[in-house]
């Protein structure tokens, strides 16, 4: 099955966030994303994998670092 690759407009949707904070996180590494071209891209499977670790924190705010 291939890979389920989300932008940041769909990731700022999902977790009901804006887009420049979604892309700045990007950027920083704090969120787990490659950058094809000019654009970030977030694979879902480490989407969820990355929520699940701040949910198991129990984190508010900020998000785990990215390994």
Not at 18 to 41: H, N
Not at 43 to 53: C, G, M, Q, T
């Amino acid at each position: 099955m291939p890979e389920e690759m989300l932008t940041l407009d769909e990731v700022s949707r999902m977790l009901k966030m804006s887009k420049a904070t979604v892309q700045r996180w990007c950027r920083d590494r704090r969120l787990p994303a490659a950058k094809i071209g000019k654009e970030y891209r977030i694979r879902r499977e480490d989407l969820d994998r990355w929520y699940a670790e701040k949910l198991a924190a129990g984190e508010r705010g900020q998000p785990p670092q990215a390994a």
